[in-house]
Structures are given as structure tokens and as C-alpha cells.
């Protein structure tokens, strides 16, 4: 047959150009005029058009216009021939529904966010790549998750989010970074006991009740550190002696085999080392700060008068980075947006792509002879030349984002989901999980009057290019 | 991907010490393009690391030790789910579902997008609307009456329910895109064949089939990853022992870290056959994505 001299995706055409494709109008028109009359090319047209029509009118059509019909009437499972109608009653309850009403909050918040991030980063990374030589290969990495199902992704992406720092990798970095800054002090979780001469500090750790003067010693007990958390180098727990112009202390783990006695260091009982010991004077201010020896003990040297309060500093308790809840329930919705947006982001990219390369060349040129800079030349020229093709990416993401499903379905388990909960997925469980069938239509009306501007812009595009 | 990594020419520098001064000042971006390279990567790397790990590992240490660790990779997982009869029986139903429904769209779409594009009759420009109509009418508006029909003729949860869903779903679009292609075809090859008294039906056959081919392939990628990976008809319409794979994996996924050692895997090799798919056929499915960016 060879080459055809056909236009539509043979050569890759932007979006406008698939589209205008309907506009060439003029030979069909010709032909109109030439063809043979007759009743024949109506029966013909039905031949062809029969199967498609039968079941598009079959599982289409006319189940849209029943699901239309029930979101009137009162339709439960195990009833299915009382249809009752019952007006508007459906419509009603669904603005009072809490769950509803979230899952629409939920809708409004991934239509506000995801269209325009991923046309937003299809822009970014179309214009970046067209600079480098591998374009290709970044473009295929990025838009390969397009190929991949919601589910997959969802599986991916749970992998990702783990809440657990060990597990997640999102978490593993955070954690990484917040131990930079800060990390997790030696003894979190560590308490003591009421008798034991320590009680919980004004903000954080743990200060002695009774006073110290120079040359005395203070007992520092904890309690709630399991064996495995004490450090290897731990070696039994002693007083230090000290000096008339010396304040000692010991830092131990007041527990052995049996218990032993609450705020005495005894055999077997091990000091903890690396803790930190402040020395606070009469007035509330730090004036010494020293940690523990293996043994447990801290000595602060030249230290004159009194008295003195002792506190193990809150950075030993510090419980570290904890790890976020990125499927938890309050962010479940951003998190599940963010693996939408690596999953459809190549989309654009590619889309977006393609518009840049159809770009009229000798405008972009005689912009830059007439001197305008980079800047200059993407907001004034490529910008407006690039807007349709920007408006085909925002809105086939909007519909898709109106109508998401699966990847929240997939994401968002148990609890969660009334959380997460979006309009299509509540469709779902209240059709098929709670087998309202009214009610369920109802919420699909909605999804379906929600998508009707983007049907009536889709039928102007038509006429436009006929 | 050919056309677009086209440099716009006259801006490369001509001398050696403007194009090492204009790669240096590019280093910021070679480096902020490999980095979103590598962090688009990761996930799915994540992913196929895991699936190779015992769940015990996985429950206690990240995917990411297994690199450092070689020896917490094993391929008892994939031969564990290769014995499992759910998973085996879930990547044939979806085999099942996705080869007859994406030739039956192709094959009925392309019957009435030469309608819509070649046969003159009254109406047709009226009806051509109502199917671009029908282009972005959610799935959700359909699953009760269809699933209620389904029942009434005895093949609700089977794996014939979903083909005939997806089926009539993917005709819209589908019908859409070949008829804007089918149009593009010159008039005089069909004028001729008409002359020469050939019906429509080997017009139809012999020119617009073979002429339409770029746009068939295209569709066919798109239809074939759509259906491959659908998750919400085939949770509707079929059940048991006729659901396909995403159906499976999600029923794993109530105890998502005691069945990691299913659900990656099986995860992973639900995506392999669309992967693949996208990799040798990847300027077919960009086309159609570029075409149809209406849906």
C-alpha cells in the first residue's frame, strides 16, 4: 500500500493539529456532492454503525438514563423491583451526609491542586529537557509510571510512604535530615521513679529535689531503660568521690534482677553513660554542663558555695524524628495527590513536548533578533503560542481528576478512607459496599453534572473545527 | 520521540570556549534533570527490590539495605506467587478480559468511525456529537443498570461482564479518534474504488484498514493499558474466580506488610506486560495520547 499521505498521527502532530484533523471539511463536502443518491447509504451507514450503536445505546445510554431515573427513587438491595420515587430525597441527604461532604471537600481539593502542579511541572521539565541532548531518555523515565496501573502505583507509592523510618523511604530521608540537625538522645523513653530524689524539670528532663552544695554528690536514678538500650560501654554504677570545691553525680540504671532498692546504687547495677548533667544554681541558670563516664559518673570541678540543682538535660530523653503518617488521616489526601502527580506528571511532559517542537521556529528567531532575552521570549511569545496545548493537558487532567478512583481506593484502606474519601469512591461504597442503589446514583449524578462543562467545551471544539 | 530534542538552531555558540563556558553554566541544570530523572526512578526501583526480598526482611529494614546486602534478594517470592492459583488465575483473567475487548473495540469503532468519516447520511453530524458526548460520561453512570442487566442475562461476575463493559466504554473514544483519522484519508482513493464498483464493505477493508493502521495501532496500545489496567470494572463486574490481577493484589492489600511478599511480586508483574507493551510501542501510544487528550 505504502506510504499513505494521511495526516492524523502518522507524524506525530501536536494536539491542535489531531483535532483540526476534523476540520478537513472541504473534500468530504466534494464528495457529498458527487455521491450517487439514493436510500441505499442509509441502510449501508446502519450496517456499520449497528454494533457500535447496540451496545453503546445497551451499557451506556440507557444505564445512563436509568442511573438518572433511580437517583429518584428508593432502590436497596434485596428490593429490587419497589422503585419507589421519592423526589430529591437522595439529593437532600447527600448535602447532610458527612461522609459526602468530605468526599466533595476532598474532590475540590484534588481539582485545585493536581491539573495545575502536573501541567505546572510538564511545563518545567518540557522546557528543561528541550536544552540537553538525552531529552528522550529523561522524558521515557518520567512518563514510563503512565503505563503502569493505579494499583501499581498504589503499591509503589505505599512502599514510599511507610510510616515506619526503618521501612519508608520518604521517612528514612526526613529522619536522616532532622538527626542532622538534631538527633534522638541517648535515653528516650527513660522515667523515674517517685522515690527515687528526681522529678520532671520545667521544661523537659529531669532535676533533683533536694539541693546539692559543693563537695556533695547527687544520686541521678532512671528507671525504663530496657538492657538493650543501655550502651555497651555501660560498666557498673559508682559515686564519684569528690572535692570541697567539687559537685559529683551518678547517672544510673536503679534497676537489677529482682528490683533492688529505688534510689541506692547497688551491685549489678549499671551507670549510663554519655547523659547530660547540668549544674543549675539558686537562680534557675545553667552554669555547668559535663557528661557521664562509662560508670555513670559526673564531676564538675571548681564549683564554689550553693546550693545547686542537678538536671539530666531534656536532649537525653529527646525522642527523635518519629516518623510522618503520610497515609495517616489527615494527610492522606496531599500524600495520595503527590504519587497522582509522579504517576500522570509525564503526561504533560510529553504533551507539552510536543507543542514546544511544533513551535513555529521563525517567531521564536525574530524574537531574539529583536533582542528579547530568554525570559522575554517564553512570556511573549512561547507562552501564548503554547496555551492551547497548555488548556488540552489542564482539562484531560481534570476530568481524569474528577473521576479518580482507584488510586485513593488503592491508597487510602480502612479508616482512612472516610478521610481520604472522594466522590467516586463513595459512589462505590455506598452502591456496592452498602448497596444503596438510589443513593449511589445520586452521587453518580453529581460526578456526571460535574464533568458537563468539559462535554459542552468538547462539543464547541467540535463545531469550531467543522 | 524523534522531533523534540531538535535544538533551535542558530543558538548553539560557535567557538570551543563559548560551548565550555555555556556546558559549564549548564551544570545546575544536567544535574537538576538527573535528579528528577533518579527521583522518578526510585519508586518503582523500590518496588522491584521489594519484590524480591522475604517478608521478614521487609518488615524489619527498608528496600533500600538490600543493596548493601545482596543476600536478602531471593527469588522465592516469584516462586511462591507462581504457585499461588489466585495470582496465576488473576494475570489470565486479565489476559482474558483485555484481548478480546480491546480487538472488539478496535474492530466495531473502526466499522462506525468509516460511517461517520465516508458513508453520506442524514443525521450524521447530529450523532457524530452524541458520541462526543458520550466521550466523558463517567464510568460511574453506568455500573448499576449494567451490572442489573448483566444479571438478568447470567454473565454478571464473569469475566464476560467486564469485556462488554470495557467495550462499550472504550467505543466513544475510540469511534472518536479513527473517524478524525479515517477523514484525513484522500477522498480519491475511495472515489476510485467506488468508480471501479467496489461495496463498501471492501472499501472499507482493503483501503481505510490498511491505510488506517497508524491510528488502529495507536488505539489498540491505549485500549490495551487501559483495560490492562483497570481496577473499578473489574471490582464491579466480575468476582471470584474471574477477577482480574488488580482485583487480586487489592484483596491482598487489607494486610499490606504481612502480604508484601504477594503484593509486590504480583504487583510487579501486573506491570510487566504493559511495560513492555510501552516500550515497543511507545511512539504508537504517545500518538494516541497526543490525539485524544479529550477523554
Known sequence: ?466 | MGAVDLDIAGTEPQTRAGRIARALGRGPLHVFLILIALFWMTPTFGLLVTSFRRVADASRTGWWTAISEPRQLTLDPYRQILENDNIVRGLLNTLYITVPSVLLVVFLAALAAYAFAWIDFKGRDALFVFVIMLLVVPLQMALIPAARLFGDIGIFGTTWAAIAFHVAFGLPFAIFLLRNFFIGIPHELLEAARIDGASEWQIFSRIILPLGMPAIASLLIFQFLWVWNDLLVGLVFTAGEASPITVVIREQMRQFGSNLDVIAPGAFLSMIVPLIVFFAFQRYFVQGLLAGSVK
Open chain 1, 1 to 466: 500500500m505504502g506510504k499513505a499521505p494521511v495526516q492524523v498521527p502518522s507524524d506525530r502532530p501536536p494536539p491542535e493539529k489531531a483535532r483540526s484533523d476534523a476540520a478537513v471539511g472541504a473534500p468530504r463536502k466534494k464528495r457529498r456532492a458527487d455521491a450517487p443518491p439514493g436510500g441505499s447509504k442509509r441502510w449501508m451507514a446502519g450496517a456499520f454503525l449497528a454494533p457500535a450503536a447496540l451496545l453503546l445505546g445497551a451499557l451506556v445510554v440507557y444505564p445512563t438514563i436509568d442511573t438518572i431515573a433511580q437517583s429518584f427513587q428508593a432502590n436497596q438491595a434485596g428490593y429490587p423491583w419497589q422503585r419507589d420515587f421519592v423526589g430529591f430525597e437522595h439529593y437532600q441527604a447527600m448535602f447532610s451526609n458527612q461522609r459526602i461532604l468530605t468526599a466533595i471537600k476532598n474532590n475540590a481539593i484534588w481539582v485545585a491542586t493536581a491539573p495545575a502542579i502536573i501541567t505546572g511541572l510538564g511545563l518545567m521539565f518540557a522546557l528543561l529537557t528541550e536544552r540537553v541532548r538525552y531529552s528522550t531518555a529523561v522524558k521515557v523515565v518520567v512518563f514510563m509510571p503512565m503505563a503502569i496501573s493505579f494499583l501499581a502505583t498504589g503499591v509503589i507509592w505505599r512502599l514510599m510512604y511507610e510510616e515506619d523510618r526503618q521501612r519508608g523511604l520518604i521517612n528514612a530521608t526526613l529522619g536522616a535530615a532532622a538527626d542532622a540537625v538534631s538527633g534522638p538522645g541517648p535515653y528516650a523513653g527513660a522515667n523515674v521513679l517517685p522515690q527515687s530524689g528526681l522529678e520532671p524539670a520545667d521544661g523537659g528532663g529531669f532535676a533533683t529535689t533536694e539541693s546539692v552544695e559543693a563537695g556533695g554528690v547527687a544520686r541521678l536514678a532512671l528507671t525504663a531503660i530496657l538492657e538493650e538500650e543501655v550502651p555497651e560501654e555501660a560498666t557498673q554504677a559508682q559515686e564519684p568521690e569528690v572535692g570541697p570545691n567539687e559537685v559529683g553525680a551518678v547517672v544510673w540504671r536503679d534497676f537489677k534482677p529482682g528490683g533492688g532498692e529505688v534510689g541506692v546504687v547497688e551491685q549489678d547495677e549499671l551507670g549510663l553513660p554519655a547523659a547530660e548533667v547540668q549544674l543549675i544554681d539558686a537562680n534557675g541558670d545553667v552554669v555547668a554542663t559535663e557528661q557521664s563516664e562509662s560508670d555513670g559518673t559526673v564531676v564538675f570541678e571548681e564549683v564554689e558555695g550553693g546550693p545547686f540543682t542537678l538536671r539530666l538535660a531534656p536532649s537525653n530523653f529527646a525522642t527523635g524524628f518519629a516518623g510522618v503518617s503520610w497515609l495517616g488521616p489527615s494527610l492522606a489526601t496531599p500524600a495520595i495527590i503527590g504519587a497522582f502527580c509522579w504517576m500522570w506528571a509525564g503526561f504533560a511532559v510529553v504533551v507539552i513536548g510536543a507543542g514546544l517542537a511544533a513551535l513555529p521556529r521563525d517567531v521564536l528567531e525574530a524574537a531574539r533578533v529583536d533582542g528579547a532575552n530568554e525570559w522575554q521570549t517564553f512570556r511573549h511569545v512561547t507562552l501564548p503560542l503554547l496555551a492551547p496545548v497548555l488548556g488540552v493537558v489542564f482539562v484531560t487532567l481534570l476530568i481524569n481528576v474528577l473521576k479518580i478512583f482507584d488510586i485513593v481506593y488503592v491508597m487510602a484502606l480502612g479508616a482512612v478512607q472516610n478521610e481520604a474519601n472522594v466522590i467516586a469512591l463513595e459512589m462505590y461504597r455506598t452502591a456496592f459496599g452498602a448497596t444503596d442503589f438510589g443513593a449511589g446514583s445520586a452521587i453518580a449524578v453529581l460526578l456526571f453534572i460535574l464533568v458537563v462543562p468539559v462535554m459542552v467545551l468538547n462539543i464547541k471544539r467540535f463545531r469550531r473545527d467543522v
